[in-house]
């Protein structure tokens, strides 16, 4: 078992940034896929980055590319998405995923992960 830990999440106005952390517990995330997803109020949970903790091989979705960046220290057991560039569409609950052991998938879907974090609220106001 991993259990993942959001923390980060917060109100900001548009423009600016913020930066997630997922930590995990109870297992060595490397040599894994961890992915973000969000889910924002009547919208299906989507797909927002994703690494392989193995190699660093990311994937970020259309609407975040050039904004948003994954990043993990192996030695902390921890994932980030640094997000620059906050706009009102980015309001969402953010969850960190687990796919211990495996490489990513080309595109991050909700059901390739097996753990997932608790969620942390991202507002963005215009």
């Known amino acids: 078992q991993v259990q993942l830990v959001e923390s980060g999440g917060g109100s900001v106005q548009a423009g600016e940034s913020l930066r997630l952390s997922c930590a995990a517990f109870?297992?060595?995330?490397?040599?894994?896929?961890m992915g973000w997803f969000r889910q924002a109020p009547g919208k299906e949970r989507e797909g927002v980055a994703s690494?392989?903790?193995?190699?660093?091989?990311?994937y970020y979705a259309d609407s975040v590319k050039g904004r948003f960046t994954i990043s993990r220290d192996n030695a902390k057991n921890t994932v980030y998405l640094q997000m620059n560039s906050l706009t009102p569409e980015d309001t969402a609950l953010y969850y960190c995923?687990?796919?211990?052991?495996?490489?990513?998938?080309?595109?991050?879907?909700?059901?390739?992960?097996?753990?997932w974090g608790q969620g942390t609220q991202v507002t963005v106001s215009s």
């Open positions: 995923a687990a796919e211990m052991w495996r490489t990513c998938p080309t595109v991050p879907a909700p059901h390739k992960f097996d753990y």
């Open positions: 109870g297992r060595d995330i490397t040599w894994s896929c």
């Open positions: 690494i392989y903790t193995g190699a660093s091989s990311t």
